[in-house]
């Protein structure tokens, strides 16, 4: 089976596109990116909210400038004199977990008087101005920094790396990853575009084909659902969908979000399937099964659903972007997911830091957005191309 | 007793159309049609595109319901049989299609065709499945290996064996075979006409053969009814058609086939004109606006009738 139809023409056509491949390939690590989180939880929702570093700083390959090296020390400073005021300082040295993966390597007599010598350089380059055009103060700040550095284990080997990939992207106003942030947000959009896209799609292909084969009232019925539902904005409605759910016990799951993306997603198959199967239930091969007296579900079942998989396919892949973008838009304006990350949040909580010039978590949740909305915009395309019966050869 | 009479048979078309989407115009396909077809006989239905003589076949396998008039198969009314009691006469009644492209599922394989219709009707057991499913494809001359290849992997000389070895497998006894050969090239028509003549003789079966080719009902039936209009015109004897045959649209037919010899040469009967508008047929003879010989009689109905045993007509003047 699996065989026949990796061999089969479609297959064979679309693996001779190359651009459907590269897109293949790309939309394939975002499937296993979001499906490792989803199922093998490689990253937490605990992972996405705690604090790896101070806030809002930059990624890597931008040059610090020796103000925001100054700045960082500053931050780290504040937070040591704050420990060293508490009651029971060696056990609170035990337990900090002001950054996580960042643990203490020092004691308390230690602790006290390493910040008395930091903040005697630290005071002294306080009185200077303008530390950015003084390169003659990079020593002592260099010295405050190793200083600085000595507070903490050294991690090394894996977890060296695991603490250097954290911060690649930089962080966001509460010190949080924004890689992992935006990595967790794949596996937001792998989820709400699967479950929706699939439920979608199932029902939207029921239906139409019900409401064509069946005709009568039942068709009348569905196209009367279709044409009130697509005659209120997708959005508007959406909206209502999602305040409808607030206060409820679902509130906090993805539950409102399919239920307002599956009540409107299932127009686009039902139409595209209603016409197919109009088309089809005409057919001799239809009425040849009739003529065999087989009844009107199994011909239905095995007779005309079938024939209509590739409709059903290439609006799969459609629904799964759109879900995607959807979602985007809806946790963008506060109505989506509320518990976690997501990308529209990422967004949305960027936009103080875009009026600072701190490109980096829009950035990044939108190219990781880019990526996968092209990517599969791009195979979907080449999906309809090889699947698609009249682009025969 | 006939194996199959059709009394009065009326099948029309709603047209919707308006606002309220109600009922504007009936399609007259099949215009009170009577006739029967005796076992083991080959009954051919002639007329050109839009007559109605594709309606009445499927009519008879109830793929269209009738609007009125009774269909008697071997002493049963089926005209308003439900589905379940229609099923053992939907094995006993086949049918072939014009159309070998449209006509085989696109996503089943021949072997999976063929399965499903054999076991729905309990043809063979389970077991001898797969030799009979070859011998069926042996007897319409495709070769074994055609069990696993889907219909697109066959030539339409070859989906068109495929159609008729679906009709087969069910051991039907009486099969309409709706203009099987006309989309096929002329060489491979032969082929499958040839075809059809042994496996009827082979299978004892009783046969509708509708065709707009009067040449090819010549050569295949027994008896011919000639349509125009969704009425029946006349009922010949096929050995008949040349000599007796009266009907001015009947005589049109066969003046409109060549004939293969020189000498031979008969004044062409070309028709003018279109055929009128099954919307909205003529109250009188259905052929009044193209007949040559018309009089004011034929704005009346003609009746069809009975001029000898096997020869029926309806026109005023002859």
Known sequence: MIRRFMKSREVRKLLRNRLALVSLAISGLYLTVGLAVLLFGLITLDDTEVRVGMDSTPGFGREVKPEERFETCDWYLTRFERLLKRKDVDSAIAEWDTVAYRKLAIDADQLEERVDEAIEIYEELEEEEDLDERPELESRLAELETIMASFFVTPSGFDKLLYDARLCLGTDRQGRSILVRGLYSIKVAVQIGLIVSLIAVTLGSLLGCAAAFFGGWVDHLVIFLY????????????????????????????????VAFCATFWIGPCRVIRGETLKLKELEYVQAATAVGFGRLRIMVKH???????????????????????????????????????????????????????????????????????????????????????HAG | MPLLQVTDLVKHFPVRGGVLNRVIANVHAVN???????????????????????????????????????????????????????????????????????????????????????????????TELDTYIKSMLAKVGLPDDAMNKFPHEFSGGQR???????????????????????????????????????????????????????KVIEHFCDRVLVMYLGHIVEEIRCEDLLDEARHPYTQALLGANPINDPADRRPLAVLEGDVPSPFDPPSGCPFVSRCSIAVEKCQTMPPLEQHSDSHRLACWER
Not at chain 1, 326 to 352: C, T, Y
Not at chain 1, 365 to 380: H, K, P, Q
Not at chain 2, 42 to 52: M, P
Not at chain 2, 111 to 118: D, F, G, Q, T, V
Request: one cysteine or more.
């Open chain 1, 304 to 390: 005309i659903i079938p024939t209509t998989a590739h409709l059903m396919f290439v609006n799969f892949s459609l629904l799964f972007v759109g879900a995607i973008k959807g979602e985007v838009i809806l946790s963008f304006l506060g109505l989506g997911v509320k518990k976690g990350p997501s990308w529209g949040i990422m967004i949305s909580a960027s936009r103080p830091e875009v009026l600072n010039g701190f490109f980096w978590q829009i950035g990044t949740a939108t190219v990781l957005m880019f990526g996968l909305v092209l990517s599969f915009n791009i195979l979907t395309d080449a999906l309809q191309d090889a699947f698609d019966p009249k």
């Open chain 2, 160 to 214: 068109q064996r495929l159609g008729i070895a679906r009709a087969l497998a069910l051991k039907p006894e009486f099969i309409v075979a709706d203009e099987p050969v006309s989309a096929l090239d002329v060489s491979i028509q032969a082929q499958v006409l040839n075809l059809l003549m042994d496996l009827k003789d082979e299978f004892g079966l009783t046969l509708i053969f509708i065709s707009h080719d009067l």
């Open chain 2, 32 to 126: 009170g049609v009577s006739f029967s077809v005796a076992r083991g006989e080959t009954l051919g239905i002639v007329g050109e595109s839009g007559c109605g003589k594709s309606t009445l076949g499927k009519a008879i396998l109830r793929l269209h319901d009738a609007t009125s008039g009774k269909i008697a198969y071997d002493g049963t009314d089926i005209t308003s049989l439900k589905h379940r009691d229609m099923i053992p006469f939907r094995r006993r009644l086949q049918i072939i299609f014009q159309d070998p492209y449209s006509s085989l599922n696109p996503r089943m394989t021949v072997k999976a065709m063929l399965r499903e219709a054999i076991r729905f009707h309990e043809i063979v057991p389970n």
């Open chain 1, 227 to 258: 044409s009130t539902l697509s005659s209120i904005p997708n959005l508007v409605l959406l909206t209502m969908l999602a305040f409808a759910f607030t206060g409820s016990s679902v509130e906090e799951t993805l539950i409102p979000v399919y």
